[in-house]
């Protein structure tokens, strides 16, 4: 069994557990973008609450030139982080959009 067959596996099995969903966007992010995109986008939606993913998420979206939604998913990750006072995660997303910022001119 793939490591992909194995986190669809436990997805099944718990439908309700969200690292397994990000853990298959994570390994998706290797071999194929899009999948990855369409993982994320099904985590964020089923589990907006899921602060890991914003990071990894918001990248591939500038990976795939998709900026307007990597300025959202910054923006609400870092919203989120605050809310849940993560000082750590917020300063890195904060650190990551300022610098992207930087990088677009």
């Given amino acids: 069994m793939t490591r992909i067959e194995q986190l669809r596996q436990f997805i099944n099995d718990d439908p309700s ?4 969903r990000y853990a ?5 992010l290797h071999v194929d973008p ?3 995109k369409k993982e994320f986008d099904d985590l964020l ?6 602060l890991p993913a914003y990071y990894p998420a918001a990248h591939l979206m500038i990976d ?11 923006q609400r990750g870092i919203h989120l982080a605050a809310l849940q006072k993560n000082l750590k995660t917020e300063q890195e997303l904060k ?6 910022v930087y990088d677009r001119g």
């Fill in 17 to 20: 557990d969200e690292f397994p």
């Fill in 24 to 28: 298959l966007a994570l390994e998706y």
């Fill in 34 to 36: 899009s999948l990855a």
């Fill in 45 to 50: 939606s089923r589990f907006p609450d899921y």
């Fill in 64 to 74: 795939l030139g998709e900026n307007v939604l990597a300025e959202s998913l910054f």
């Fill in 95 to 100: 650190s990551a959009y300022n610098q992207w």
